[in-house]
C-alpha cells in the first residue's frame, strides 16, 4: 500500500471527529452550490407568469399586482 494512503488512514483513524465533521460541512457547500439554480417561477394554472431566469431579477410588487390582478385577485 502506497505511503500516502497509510497516512492518510492513520490521520482518519486519529481524527475520527474533525474528519467526520469536515466531510459533513464541505459535503453541504457542495450541496447547496449544487442545488442553486438561481430559478424562482411562477405558475398560475399552469400558465408561467413570470421566471427570473428570463428576467435575471425577482418580481417587485407591481408585478406581483399585476399577476394577481390577471387572476382577480386584488390585494
Do not use: C
Amino acid at each position: 500500500m502506497p505511503v500516502i494512503v497509510k497516512e492518510s488512514h492513520k490521520y482518519i483513524q486519529e481524527n475520527k471527529w474533525q474528519f467526520g465533521m469536515g466531510v459533513f460541512f464541505i459535503s453541504s457547500i457542495i450541496q447547496t452550490n449544487l442545488m442553486q439554480s438561481g430559478a424562482f417561477e411562477i405558475y398560475v394554472n399552469g400558465n408561467l407568469e413570470f421566471s427570473k431566469l428570463e428576467t435575471k431579477q425577482m418580481p417587485d410588487f407591481d408585478a406581483l399586482q399585476m399577476i394577481l390582478r390577471k387572476y382577480g385577485v386584488t390585494i
